[in-house]
């Protein structure tokens, strides 16, 4: 039996695929641990998962940040609160390995700067698990990561190879916590964590499916792509009585989410509102922070803090959403119209 440390860094939609994988490798007979932000030791334990926890300071940090959902921002700062987490994920690793020894495979985002240290450090192998397709930023199929991208799409090939060549600015945002961190561990820090530590020389696990996004040429040679991991903890949280009641006593509703994360989504709401009222149609809104919404909705709105989708969607005549990878694919596995307001990140990529 072998011992896999998964370690996801960010919200619901970044750790439920996680949760997929250790489900995957317990039915293989193997011991898997999630390693991540104590809001989700609760996650764990029901999913039947050992659990090591990293605090909770950098998630709330970045929830907090409106900036965040913007798309000129977005990816800054996510790489500040990504690095701000690096010494946390060091030392959960850290003491696993002294209290069971070495694991051993790794599984993290490219964003999880701590488990490639700990790599760097111990030698434990690591797979760099990306969950869509923009983390391949190839020449051959630029991906939708900003409004310019669309004019470096009609540069030549040759051009467009010479330009990802060129330094990351997102290296600046992260680079100088890492640095730290790795000179504290007696690892040699990375000049740029876009060229050196991006995919793991370990292997690459890629979790959506060639139709959604095709291989590129210039993709890494040590990767493995395979499916949509379709968890929303449906077992453990099904759909509430209340929410169950009012699918049944009427017309398909609307679903409408900002994502979990997203907790500065009053205008979305506030417009989905106005757009249920003037189309005449039910509406479910799906938010962690209920203090967003409008006040006083209709009995044709229902609000819930969470409803795992493969259960919702069926119900559902249309889903409007924020284009995160794992609603995506909800939505495709549930074959429900949908409309992608996307907002910052992946988003704009996976909509497209």
């Known amino acids: 039996m072998g011992h896999f440390l998964l370690l996801p860094h960010g919200t619901s939609g970044s750790i439920y695929p996680f949760v997929w994988l250790g489900r995957q490798l317990q039915r293989h007979g193997h011991r898997a641990t999630l390693v991540t932000a104590d809001a989700y030791r609760e996650t764990a334990a029901s999913a039947g998962l050992g659990f090591e926890g990293v605090g909770n300071d950098e998630l709330a940090a970045l929830l907090a940040d409106p900036q965040l959902w913007t798309q000129e921002d977005g990816a800054r700062v996510s790489y500040e609160r990504a690095a701000g987490s690096t010494r946390g994920f060091v030392d959960a690793i850290e003491a696993i390995v002294a209290r069971d020894g070495l694991p051993d495979l790794m599984l993290a985002p490219m964003i999880n700067f701590g488990a490639r240290l700990v790599r760097e450090k111990r030698g434990i192998p690591l797979l760099s698990v990306h969950l869509y397709p923009m983390l391949f930023v190839s020449a051959h199929d630029l991906p939708l990561f900003a409004p310019v991208a669309h004019r470096l799409r009609r540069l030549p090939l040759w051009l467009r190879r010479a ?8 290296d600046r945002s992260a680079l100088p916590a890492v640095r730290t961190c790795c000179e504290a561990h007696g690892v040699e820090p990375p000049y740029s964590l876009w060229k050196q530590w991006w995919h793991s020389p370990d292997g690459v696990l890629a979790l959506f499916p060639e139709w959604f996004a095709a291989p590129q040429p210039d993709w ?16 453990e949280q099904p759909l509430e009585p209340a929410l169950r009641q009012f699918l049944e006593t009427g017309d398909k509703p609307v679903v409408f989410t900002a994502g979990t994360g997203q907790l500065h989504a009053e205008s979305f709401f506030a417009e989905a509102a106005e757009l249920a009222r003037q189309c005449g149609c039910r509406a479910v809104f799906l938010t962690r922070k209920l203090e967003q919404l409008p006040h006083a909705l209709p009995d044709t709105i229902f609000a819930s803090a969470y409803a795992p989708f493969s259960a919702l969607l069926p119900h559902a005549r249309a889903f409007v959403h924020h284009g995160g990878i794992g609603t995506v694919s909800q939505s495709l596995a549930a074959g429900v119209p949908q409309l992608v307001v996307a907002m910052a990140l992946d988003q704009p990529d996976n909509a497209e």
């Open 163 to 170: 330009l990802l060549l060129l330094p990351n600015p997102l």
């Open 220 to 235: 890494p040679h040590n990767m493995l792509q395979w499916d949509f991991p379709l968890e929303d903890m449906a077992a």
